[in-house]
Each structure stands twice: as structure tokens, then as C-alpha cells.
């Protein structure tokens, strides 16, 4: 389950996010070879912003299917779809998708760790055919830091941290990324790290205080922090990340991809 609130405006984030991460997503799907006549899954789609990517590079002749248990990013999903895109609704660890039926399954931000990422880790390998592809991107936020430092941003870190244990995510698989896939027997797995910063006017500057507003809920009902304290805490926050003076390392990403044993590599038709 998405553990982020339903909160005003974070449809808005999400799609901000995502226009923020396209060129580096296309650099993973350029590494990969995504090309015509792919049969791609996007799991945990949220908004269909790499189900999209995927689409136009899989053209008419593929078929790309978005698959994720929110409605409400399915409906902004199906809203913005076009050419050969499917969107599920559906559980990301069970499926119910036929076996080795995509050469790529991919998924970005899975929010999950443990067992349950063990699990939707099986349910990739077990959804791609010989040959195929499994690509996963994962958040590593132990980078968070803002430059010139400032005690609001270091409480929002905190907090979002908390936060994400409360809502049951535990923690980032980021760094154990490539090693799982390793163990998980795939062939030729690739790893490509990047940092996401910002400065002041950026579309992402407010990704902190943004994100941590969104986990509201969990920090309030756990007793970490009252309305009052993370109401004044944000807006610190976002006044010195708003300075010109003022720069931000939000998280790194990690890129992790390998192949499938047991068949021929994808090719373009």
C-alpha cells in the first residue's frame, strides 16, 4: 500500500517528481535497450510517468501494461495514456499476470522493504520471460542534507524517516539492491547510481517538506511531533530551502537491472 496521504496536491508532486526524474529514467531505458515490439510491466505505476516512457519506445507494434493498487493514480494514469498502454489495478507482489509473459518488468519507488520486497522481487522474475529484463530504482535518503545546514531541514529528515517506519515502509532497500538481484540468480545485473539536489526555484525544492507533510497522519498518531510544531518546522524549512543561497541533496537513486536466464536478449523487431 502507498503509505503517503491522499493529501491536497500530492497528484501534483508526484507528477513533478516524476518530469524531474525523465531524463535519468531514459538513460536506464537506453541502457537497457528498450526498443520496438517490447512487451513491458510497469509495477506500482503510480502515475504512468515510466509506463509512458516505456510506451513510446515499445511503439505500436509492443504492448506496455501500468499496474498499481492506488484508483486514484490509475484514474491520472488512464487520463494521460496513449498508443499501446494498459493500466491494472493490482497487487504488485501477486499479480495474477500470466508467467514469463514481458521482457521488461520494471518498478520505481516501490515504498516496501523485507519480506514484501523479497516477495515483489519473486513476482518480477517470475512475470519476465527467459531473456528478459528486471529493472528496479529504489530511494536512498541516508544523503539528505541541505547546504548551508539548517535545524529544520535536519528535523524534517528525522521525522520522514519516522514517518516511513510508522507507515509500516521500513527500511530503504537502496543500498541492498544490486546484491538481492545477485542473489536472486540474474544474469548480467547492472548497477547505476545518481544523486537528485536542488536549489532555490527548482521544481523539487520543496520535496521535503512536501513529502513529510504527506506522512502528517502516521507522525501525528505515533506522537512524534504535534500540528502546531511540524506546521512551523515546515515552513522554516521551506524559507531557507526558498534562499538563493541556499542548495539541496534530497536522495540518491539506484539503478539495478539484469536478465533472466534461460533465453536470448530482446531484440527490436
Known sequence: MYPLEPRAGEIVRLAAQGAWLTAETEALLSAIGVGPGWHCLDLACGLGDVTRLMAARAGATGRVVGLDLERRFLDHAGACAAGSVAYLQGDACRTGLPEASFDLVHGRFLFTGGERFAALLAEAIRLVRPGGVVALQEQDLACM????????????????????????????????????????ELQDVRYRPFLVGCQAGDPQADWLPDTVDSLRGPLLRAGLTSCAVL???????????????????????????GRKGGGEAASAD
Do not use: N
Not at 147 to 154: D, G, L, N, R, T
Open 145 to 184: 542534507a541541505c547546504f548551508p545546514p539548517h535545524p529544520a531541514f535536519a528535523r524534517l529528515k528525522a521525522l520522514l524517516g519516522a514517518g516511513l517506519e510508522q507507515s509500516g515502509t521500513g527500511r530503504s532497500v537502496a543500498r541492498r539492491l544490486f546484491g538481492m538481484l545477485r542473489q536472486a
Open 231 to 257: 506546521d512551523e518546522t515546515m515552513a522554516a524549512c521551506r524559507t531557507h530551502l526558498a534562499d538563493p543561497g541556499t542548495t539541496a541533496t534530497i536522495y540518491a537513486v539506484v539503478q539495478v537491472w
